[in-house]
């Protein structure tokens, strides 16, 4: 089985991702939303990931001295097609028999929406 990114947004920027440009490029952080799911299948569940530059970084550790790394995509600037292109690649090296072991895999570079969730079977 595949993966397929479907779709890519901000959860903080209300633009199309695609043709929005910050005002600061090497200065940027946003939190991002991919839509991923099954190739031959409709729907996706959401992933999320930081997107962010070190010079953005810098600044978030003035204001809270410690972060976590988890999730965070590191780039030297803005770019929609670099950031596109990554997360496709991560995408395609996430393969297996079955949606839940990839989703699993995917987690591990963003945070699932079904992460840490626990199935209990009907008593």
Not at 37 to 58: R, V
Not at 66 to 73: A, D, E, H, S, Y
Not at 78 to 90: L, S, V
Request: aromatic fraction near 14%; charge should be negative.
């Amino acid at each position: 089985m595949k993966a397929l990114l479907k779709e890519l947004r901000s959860l903080e920027i209300e633009d199309d991702l695609n043709s929005y440009w910050p005002e600061s490029p090497e200065s940027f952080g946003s939190w991002i939303r991919a839509m991923i799911g099954p190739d031959n299948e409709e729907g996706a569940e959401y992933f999320d990931m930081l997107i962010c530059t070190p010079k953005w970084l810098q600044g978030e550790l003035v204001k809270n001295d410690v972060l976590l790394g988890k999730g965070m995509i590191i780039m030297d600037e803005y770019d929609y097609d670099k950031i596109r292109a990554f997360i496709e690649k991560q995408i395609t090296a996430c393969h297996a028999d079955n949606w839940s072991s990839i989703a699993e895999k995917l987690s591990r570079i963003s945070f699932w929406e079904y992460e840490d969730y626990q199935f209990y079977p009907s008593r």
